[in-house]
């Protein structure tokens, strides 16, 4: 997938390199940027798509079979009490296996048990655990009805969202006791921090405490071919810019990044000692998990954004270019 070229009109405003691929029908950083401005400069932004997604089948089949077998509920003999989500690709997964199953479960005459009284794909009773606003978003246009029953939306990040978890899962169970709480099911990709399980499951917290939880890989996350390339293209023709902005949205390809940018030592794996920034190239990062990963190499970004939504993102850029000219 090739990155959308800069326009004349563009020519005048701030690059803003966008390491993702463009959401379609409509992007919104690509929206909020291309009306927004600071120091009555604006913004063009552009798509450099970093990422390539596969499904796993393995954890795909298992999740599947837990669907078809109605093995998640709010019933004593149900396997899993509620389920949770920190990326959309997992929602992507999620939301493939329901709409597959739909057609199944129409085909099979599939009717509720007495004690469910709820259709397909069985979920109405339970919480559903979201990181962040896109995520839910992603979560909402789920089919069941009535919708999926998402809470933790506000947190933003996994360290947040895991004491969040602690506390209102318990309470969703009418104060059960936490050692018998079904577990919870965690759909995740190959790469992802351990926060939300450790946090849940933590050996500092008594028996009692703990909530156990079950992660099941149901995609993969690689770089794609055509993103070096794609990159250094682009950073070749906005090489005459006063400023440039980089922003980057997963810990996937940060190496890869900090390799066509030139600094990333190829024996040590870190950025060389004493480079120096160009003065125009700046990094902005999507939360702390990026930031964290590039800080491995001995790269710090410019920005972290305090929420990882468009706006969030847009305020730390605009906050740096303010007080930097002020």
């Not at 004593?76 to 989500?85: A, N, P, Q, S, T």
């Not at 926060?195 to 009692?208: H, M």
């Amino acid at each position: 997938m090739t990155t959308t070229n800069p326009t004349t009109e563009q020519a005048s405003k701030i690059p803003v390199l966008l390491l993702k691929t463009r959401s379609s029908p409509g992007d919104s950083y690509e929206d909020l940027f291309s009306e927004s401005n600071v120091n009555a400069s604006g913004f063009a932004p552009q798509f450099v798509p970093v990422l390539l997604h596969q499904f796993h089948s393995d954890g795909m089949n298992e999740v599947a079979a837990l669907l078809r077998d109605r093995r998640i509920g709010n019933q004593k003999h149900h396997e899993y009490g509620g389920l949770i989500f920190t990326s959309q690709r997992a929602v992507e997964a999620f939301a493939k296996l329901v709409e597959d199953g739909k057609a199944v479960s129409l085909a099979t005459d599939d009717i509720p048990k007495p004690e469910e009284k709820t259709a397909w794909p069985h979920l109405q009773n339970i919480p559903v655990y979201s990181v962040g606003p896109a995520t839910t978003r992603a979560l909402a246009a789920v089919p069941q009805e009535p919708p999926l029953q998402v809470f933790g939306s506000h947190t933003g990040n996994g360290a947040a969202l895991a004491p969040f978890i602690l506390a209102h899962y318990y309470e969703w169970y009418g104060g059960q006791k936490r050692a018998t709480l079904p577990p919870i099911l965690f759909l995740v990709g190959e790469t992802r921090r351990d926060i939300i399980p450790k946090t849940l499951q933590d050996g500092a917290l008594p028996d009692t405490e703990r909530i156990r939880v079950t992660e099941t890989v149901v995609y993969g996350t690689g770089v794609m071919e055509s993103f070096p390339v794609d990159l250094r293209r682009v950073l070749g023709e906005t090489r005459n810019d006063s400023m440039r902005w980089i922003v980057v949205f997963s810990p996937t390809g940060c190496d890869s990044m900090l390799r066509v940018m030139g600094i990333l030592d190829p024996e040590t794996n870190k950025v060389y000692k004493g480079y120096e920034r160009d003065g125009k190239t700046f990094i902005a990062t999507i939360g702390p998990t990026t930031r964290d990963h590039l800080l491995s190499f001995g790269f710090e970004p410019d920005v972290c954004a305090e929420l990882p939504t468009p706006q969030g993102v847009l305020e730390g850029i605009q906050a740096f270019m303010v007080k930097r000219q002020s």
